[in-house]
């Protein structure tokens, strides 16, 4: 049975400050409701990761999501495969007082507690560090009341922390600096009042091209199902008052205060919204991947009614603006959590992933939703079914699958011979054709925004999928001359690692990052311990996985944060693996490893532990990857010419 939302029970929850613990859906229960959400054409919904009381969200330097709750814990999300779900779900912190607010700035975690606000260095850099022991409080002078004590933080173009800071009731003459918005250096000095007279803001976010602060706020209760109505509002500058609690909108104004005088003059929102939708956390969309006309646009996150007769809400908006920047329309982007009534879910904040997607946490159900623009249904068999094989290929290297079940695959064609090389696609039927020719001897490929990435010899070639080439990194863009680049692998943030197996003796062996900016360093050389190596995977934050070809080892490659100098540190793991070749996880989190030389393919648990053989007798099984559905793995097997795909669930 579907879990929903009672509605008389969650006035008295809210009443009492308890609604946090009303529910955590069973995750089939959310999976099962997916489909009664209503999402423009194009778009699709998927449940990306399950989070018990999901509220406001950060995104890390290296992807991983930092989730924020009404109650004493902060998660970490993370998604080590890249299949756009959650691999873990790491609790860092459970000793807070209200932690809701969370945000990223150069490295470091922000949380904002009902009474404080505390810095946590580096967790990138390892999730497992001791960050109760680590806790720098850089402000405790917020007002330590529960109602509307839920904080929202966020780092603006200034570099500066805005903090919001509710009233402490429903209508009352705030004290100190209740129903405001704080603004404040990284380190907590400098704090000033930006904006005042606003009631609860659970929702910030700066518009692009102009760096403007835009701000929810929600309206007062009890004063009918449709007066007064929520907000947006939008502060130029600080200093400016928004009208709590003198007037709620453009001119609703409470009872006994209607004939008092505001201290100053009052800025009128930019939208208006239904009363008590509850409008929280939003995002100005600046991606890519979905269609040009959302770019710009407010996405906004209704958490829903609670004191209306008719529930009204829990639903995503989408604002939109013209080219000056103001306010064109609105209108509903998502809807669907509220079905005659009854609420399944209440959507709380949105972020927007470096491909493109948005995430969408809602703390009712215990989830957080990923919303993507153009990702097809994923096939149920990947190539051309389940254990067969697509022949005739002229030294297949390397796969990737798009989520919309293609394969792209490169061909070496002869050894050694520069421009005979390609990156073949192929559809879910089996048929084939090229996308991109001209190649020298491409080797690992990897997906990033739509975008292939491809190690061809001494250069890291980008393909678009219209079949676009551009090198991105050229032989003397790098430390020292490229002379085997293998494999390559890609972190949430696009910066893209490729590895350089060196000569047949390693030398000159070594691991290379490139930024999105093309900013390349190299990350270890021959003198790592690691002789020639070959498959990459990220294994976490800060983490990455590499196959060593020269004495079929695996490793663990400890990468440093950007404003360290300390080497990087290198873990033997594990061995045995022959000509240890490609590395990916499947969606349990199983890891797979190839071995070039032997024609095999072993699964674990974990890195260290004991490889269990599940495939053999390929002449030379190459840079695995997983099929788009996550039920197959894919083999190129580079002697035979042959994409194989082995069943695994």
């Not at 007769?309 to 989408?318: D, K």
């Not at 663990?556 to 996880?585: C, I, P, Y």
């Not at 890891?591 to 007798?617: C, F, H, M, R």
Request: hydrophobic content about 35%.
């Amino acid at each position: 049975m579907n879990k929903s939302i009672n509605m008389k029970r969650l006035v008295i929850a809210l009443s009492l400050g308890w609604a946090t613990s009303l529910a955590h859906a069973d995750i089939k229960d959310v999976e099962a409701n997916i489909s009664r959400l209503k999402v423009p054409q194009g778009f699709n919904v998927e449940v990306y990761a399950e989070v018990p009381g999901a509220r406001q969200m950060a995104l890390g330097t290296n992807g991983t999501v930092y989730v924020g709750t009404r109650g004493s814990k902060v998660y970490a999300v993370v998604d080590k495969n890249k299949d756009h779900k959650a691999d873990e779900v790491v609790t860092i912190l459970d000793d807070l007082s209200v932690g809701n607010g969370v945000a990223m700035i150069d490295g470091n975690l922000y949380v904002a507690e009902q009474n404080r606000i505390a810095r946590y260095a580096a967790p990138d850099f390892d999730l497992t560090l001791p960050f109760k022991q680590m806790r720098e409080v850089i402000y405790d002078k917020l007002p330590n009341k529960a109602h509307h004590g839920w904080r929202y933080i966020t780092f603006g173009p200034d570099k500066k922390l805005y903090v919001t800071v509710g009233a402490p009731c429903n209508v009352c003459d705030p004290q100190g600096v209740e129903a405001s918005i704080l603004r404040m250096d990284a380190d907590g000095k400098n704090v000033e009042v930006f904006a005042k007279g606003v009631r609860n803001s659970v929702g910030m976010d700066f518009q692009p091209g102009t760096g403007l602060l835009h701000f929810t706020d929600n309206g007062v209760d009890m004063m009918g199902d449709d007066v007064p109505p929520d907000e947006m509002n939008a502060a130029p500058q600080a200093g400016l008052h928004f009208g709590f609690p003198y007037v709620i909108g453009r001119d609703a104004r409470p009872k006994d205060w209607q004939n008092k005088k505001p201290p100053q003059a009052l800025t009128p929102p930019v939208v208006e919204f239904q009363a008590h939708s509850a409008n929280l956390g939003f995002k100005f969309y600046t991606g890519k991947q979905f269609p040009s006309e959302y770019q710009g646009n407010a996405i906004v996150a209704q958490h829903g009614s609670w004191n209306r007769s008719a529930p009204v809400g829990y639903q995503l908006m989408r604002v939109e603006f013209d080219e000056n920047h103001k306010v064109k329309s609105k209108q509903v982007f998502i809807e669907g959590w509220l079905n005659d009534g009854e609420a399944w879910g209440r959507p709380t904040d949105v972020l927007q992933l470096n491909d493109g997607s948005l995430l969408v946490s809602d703390d009712y159900s215990g989830v957080i939703y990923r919303i993507s623009y153009g990702e097809k249904e994923k096939g149920s068999t990947p190539v051309s079914g389940a254990g067969k094989k697509v022949t005739g290929l002229k030294m297949p290297e390397s796969a990737i699958a798009h989520p919309d079940g293609r394969v792209f695959v490169t061909e070496i064609g002869e050894f050694g011979k520069n421009g005979d090389g390609k990156v073949t696609v192929i559809q879910q039927d089996g048929s084939s054709s090229t996308l991109a020719d001209g190649l020298n001897d491409p080797k690992g490929i990897d997906l990033f925004n739509n975008q292939l990435y491809i190690a061809d010899v001494d250069q890291v070639v980008r393909v678009g999928l219209d079949g676009s080439k551009t090198i991105i990194a050229k032989p003397t863009d790098f430390q020292q001359k490229p002379i085997f680049l293998n494999d390559v692998e890609i972190d949430g943030e696009g910066n893209v690692y490729v590895s350089d197996s060196g000569d047949d003796n390693g030398k000159q062996a070594a691991i290379y990052k490139i930024t999105q900016a093309g900013k390349i360093t190299q990350v270890i050389n021959e003198k790592s311990g690691i002789k020639r190596p070959n498959g990459l995977l990220m294994d976490g934050p800060g983490k990455l996985l590499v196959a060593d070809f020269g004495t079929g080892k695996l490793f663990q490659v400890m990468l440093n944060d950007q404003s360290s100098k300390a080497k990087a540190t290198v873990t033997l793991l594990n061995s045995g693996f022959g000509g240890a070749d490609g590395l990916v996880r499947d969606t349990d989190g199983l890891l797979y490893i190839s071995d070039w030389a032997g024609g095999n393919v072993w699964q674990l648990g974990e890195p260290k532990a004991t490889p269990q053989l599940i495939s053999s007798g390929h002449q030379s099984a190459a840079d695995i990857a997983l099929s788009a559905d996550g039920k197959y793995l894919l083999i190129p097997d580079m002697k035979a010419g042959e994409l194989v795909s082995l069943p695994i669930k």
